[in-house]
C-alpha cells in the first residue's frame, strides 16, 4: 500500500508512446500495462497536460483520493482509464488508529504547515469515516479516442472510457464528490498534429500557489 502522506507530486507535459505488451500472454503479474500508474492507493497526485499514445492502458487509479487528472489527452488507447476502489474494505491500513492513521499522525497532519498545504486530509479519518475509499478525485478536459475498439472481455460500467473492476461507475461518483468532465473526440485518432505535444492545440491549463491552495483553470471541451 502507498502512503497518505505523499503529497506535492505532480506528472505533466509528458508523452507515453506505445505502452504494450510485445508477447502474447504475458501478464508481468498483471493482465495489462499501464502508462500511469497510481498503485495502492496513491494519492494527492496531479498528473496534467500528459498525451498518451497507442498504448494499453492510460492512467490507472487504484483506489486514490484528491488526485487531479486534469487535460490528459488519450490517442489510440484502448482503455483510457482504470478505476477501482482497491482499498475500500482494507482491513490492515484503512480502519482508525491502524498504519495510514499512523504515518498521518507522525507527521502531526491536523496542524501547521500540514493542515494549512493539505486541508483535504482533515476528515480523512474523522468527519468523512472513509479514509480509504476513492473520493474527491478531479477528473477534467479528459479527451480519448481509439481506432481498436475497446475490449469486450474487461469492465467498462456500460462507459466506453473506462474500467471498473470491483466495483461500478456509478458508486464511484456517489461516493464522494469524484467529478468527471470527460470527452470522446474522435479527431484526435486522424489529426497527426495531435501525435506530438503541442502547446497550441491544447486548452490553457496552469495552477499557482494561492494562500498555499492548489488552484487550476478548467479546461474547455
Known sequence: QQR????????SGNMFSHIRTTEQNLTLGYPHVVAIYLDDQMSGYHVMNNTILDSDTGIL????RDNWLVNNRFIRTDVPLSFDS????????????????????????????WSDRYSELHGTFGDD??????VHNWIDGFHWCTLHGLDKN???????????PGTN???????????MNVKE?????????????NNKNTPSIGYSIVDKEFTYTSASN
Not at 487509479?61 to 486514490?64: D, S, T, Y
Not at 461507475?169 to 467529478?179: K, R
Not at 479527431?187 to 497527426?192: D, G, I, V, Y
Open 4 to 11: 497518505k502522506t505523499d503529497r506535492g507530486n505532480t506528472i
Open 61 to 64: 487509479l487504484g483506489g486514490g
Open 86 to 113: 482497491r482499498g475500500k474494505y482494507d482491513a490492515q491500513f484503512c480502519p482508525n488508529g491502524h498504519v495510514f492513521e499512523q504515518e498521518l499522525e507522525s507527521y502531526g497532519y491536523r496542524k501547521p504547515p
Open 129 to 134: 469515516g472513509m479514509p480509504c475509499t476513492p
Open 154 to 164: 474487461r469492465s467498462h460500467s456500460n462507459a466506453r472510457w473506462i474500467e471498473t
Open 169 to 179: 461507475l456509478t458508486d464511484l461518483i456517489s461516493w464522494g464528490n469524484n467529478f
Open 185 to 197: 473526440d474522435p479527431s484526435l485518432c486522424h489529426n497527426s498534429n495531435y501525435f506530438l505535444w
